[in-house]
């Protein structure tokens, strides 16, 4: 399922900073870091210091101000099939059920139908929500909403996937419950993770 090999991701000297009127303030200054296939990179740090920021600029939503981040040698410009996201509030679409959550990004990219209902019913039975692929996210638990959201980035067969964990509305013990639910799911899969965390105790493999 995943992309075997020769994915490489690299970011070299990244720098941001956002205009304001007249202030200017620099949120990211001179980052850099590779990341190889298979690797589950974890991005940790204080509240507004910048992680969304970065995941967001590697997914291509947008621009550094300075530096480049490169996927497999070519310059990632704007957001494409190749990285999947998941956003902080997992931003599921609330009027398609798990199922249709899902379908949404193989049907964006025209993937023919057989091959998405493979694709889907893979996807559920490797997280467990063949039982649920129709109920709405009002109608599931907050594990079963991030592993929705995780299927759906992993809809596109993405090379890499990129993850910003949920920080407000999730308390310890439900943060501790979705890190163990992501932990299964990407011993399954295996794709090549960046994953912005609130818990340096997280203990993946
Ligand atoms: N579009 C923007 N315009 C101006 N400032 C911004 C913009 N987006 C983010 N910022 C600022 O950049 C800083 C970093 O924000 P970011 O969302 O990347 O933080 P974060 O590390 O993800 O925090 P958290 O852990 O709370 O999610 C914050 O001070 C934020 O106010
Ligand atoms: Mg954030």
């Known amino acids: ?8 991701l690299t970011v070299t000297h990244i720098r941001k900073t956002f ?12 980052v850099s870091f590779a990341v190889e296939s298979g690797q589950f990179v974890s991005l940790v740090g204080p509240s507004g210091c910048g992680k969304s920021t970065l995941l967001t600029i590697i997914a291509g939503f947008q621009e550094s101000t300075a530096g ?14 190749d990285r999947g996201f998941v956003f902080q ?17 193989m ?3 025209k993937i023919p139908r057989p091959d998405q209902t493979e694709r889907l019913q893979k996807l559920l039975s490797m997280a467990q929500l063949e039982d649920s692929e129709h109920l709405y996210p009002s109608q599931i ?6 592993r929705t959201a995780v299927l759906r980035a992993l809809a596109g067969d993405p090379q890499v996937l990129l993850m910003d964990e949920p920080l407000g509305a999730v308390d310890h013990q439900m943060r501790q419950i979705l890190q163990e639910e ?11 993770v960046i994953m912005v965390t609130h818990d340096i105790y997280c203990e993946l493999a």
């Open 182 to 192: 992501l932990e299964a799911l990407w011993m399954k899969n295996r794709t090549t």
């Open 107 to 109: 049907k964006q990219m």
């Open 141 to 146: 638990s907050g594990g079963m909403k991030q």
């Open 19 to 30: 205009q304001n009127n007249s202030a200017s303030k620099t949120i990211l200054r001179d």
């Open 89 to 105: 509030e997992f931003a599921l679409f609330p009027w398609m059920t798990v199922r249709e959550n899902i379908l949404f990004p």
């Open 68 to 81: 480049e981040i490169r996927l497999n040698g070519g310059i990632v410009s704007r957001p494409g099939p």
């Open 1 to 8: 399922m995943s992309i075997d090999g020769e994915m490489n």
